[in-house]
């Protein structure tokens, strides 16, 4: 009984220091990650990107979602040579601004967030 509430006890302590993430923090792996997952701003950052590139997927921006897919999978690549707080946050201003600067060839262009939401 004392040894589940302890139990207990220890994954409320865990889990109140984590935040969203547009990954799973459980399986969090690298330095850029556990930030992300322990920083409320660059959880926040991190869900903004995840929503703006998803968005421009579902636009018709005048480009190949697969070449888009490439540049973000070249982006996380980038992004998880950071060895610095600091790092992360540039790294996500440079790429929030980027998925919000693409041109939509119609329709309307989606909901986007850029590194001016973040001070």
Request: proline content about 2%; aromatic content about 8%; charged content about 25%.
């Amino acid at each position: 009984m004392m040894k589940s509430k302890l139990t207990l006890c220890a994954l409320l302590i865990a889990s109140s220091a984590t935040f969203a993430a547009s990954f799973d923090c459980m399986k969090a792996s690298n330095f850029v990650e556990k930030q992300i997952c322990t920083d409320q701003q660059l959880s926040q950052m991190d869900e903004s990107l995840s929503t703006n590139y998803k968005g421009m997927l579902n636009s018709n921006f005048g480009g190949s979602p697969k070449q888009l897919k490439k540049e973000q999978l070249a982006w996380v690549g980038q992004r998880n040579k950071c060895t610095t707080r600091q790092c992360i946050v540039d790294a996500y201003k440079k790429r929030l601004d980027e998925t919000c600067d693409y041109g939509v060839v119609s329709g309307v262009h989606p909901e986007c967030t850029s590194s001016d939401d973040f001070k």
